[in-house]
């Protein structure tokens, strides 16, 4: 079975600061992928960034990051430069091995504030 | 190149009726997931179809159906409603069923039942 486990509730950034929201998964398949999701208040899931098991170098997408440590079973995100328009819920998933569902973690709301 | 389109975006419901959601994903996506969103649940698997056959199914009462069309286009139904049932439907079309094809969402049916 997988998890994926977020342990901030809810966290808070000064506009234009860096933020890192924490993310680590239980999986005993050594194929597997990770994703994070921003969701606003609007309710849809927007793709952020993805980081494959096999994938030697962290992910990077416009101020978006990864910081994947593999022994560590961590995924964190990394927004450089915050925007007020980031204020939203974030979701880290993963997909394992056969498995061909996305299983979630509880979620992180991110409050930028001005 | 449009996005992933749900039908309706809003819905009220009595217990006891039935109700259709309508999802169309990417073109050229194969893979449909769908996903049930709630306050104390968080984000639930509900089932997958690729090339319309079903390939997987979350941990939901039999109440809960769905199917693919030739087109790729899914639809869930949900019978016998209860007020349980209240939530944020998502789908998700990706291009394949493998591990690594990222999942893009729509933007969510919010069905209510009173």
């Known amino acids: 079975a997988q998890k994926i486990t977020q342990t901030q509730p809810g966290m808070f950034v000064q506009e234009k600061e860096a933020v890192t929201l924490d993310c680590t998964y239980d999986?005993?398949?050594?194929?597997?992928?990770l994703f994070w999701y921003k969701q606003p208040s609007s309710g849809e899931m927007i793709f952020l960034i993805y980081q494959g098991s096999y994938d030697e170098q962290n992910a990077t997408e416009g101020r978006y990051s990864l910081n994947f440590q593999k022994a560590r079973k961590s995924a964190n995100l990394v927004i450089s430069a915050s925007q007020l328009g980031d204020s939203a819920m974030y979701f880290c998933?993963?997909?394992?091995?056969?498995?061909?569902?996305?299983?979630f973690g509880s979620g992180t709301q991110l409050t930028v504030l001005p | 190149k449009a996005g992933v389109t749900q039908t309706p975006r809003y819905l009220i419901k009595t217990r006891g009726q039935q109700v259709t959601l309508s999802c169309s994903p990417i073109s050229g996506h194969r893979s449909v997931s769908w996903y049930q969103q709630t306050p104390g649940q968080g984000l639930q698997f509900l089932f997958e179809?690729?090339?319309?056959?079903?390939?997987n199914k979350g941990n939901f009462p039999g109440r809960f159906s769905g199917r693919q069309f030739s087109n790729s286009r899914s639809e869930m139904n949900v019978s016998t409603l209860e007020l349980g049932d209240s939530a944020l439907y998502l789908c998700a079309s990706s291009r394949t069923d493998l591990t690594y094809n990222e999942q893009f969402f729509g933007p969510g049916t919010r069905l209510t039942v009173l």
């Open positions: 999986t005993s398949d050594q194929s597997y992928g």
């Open positions: 998933a993963m997909r394992a091995g056969s498995a061909r569902q996305l299983t």
């Open positions: 179809y690729f090339s319309e056959t079903q390939r």
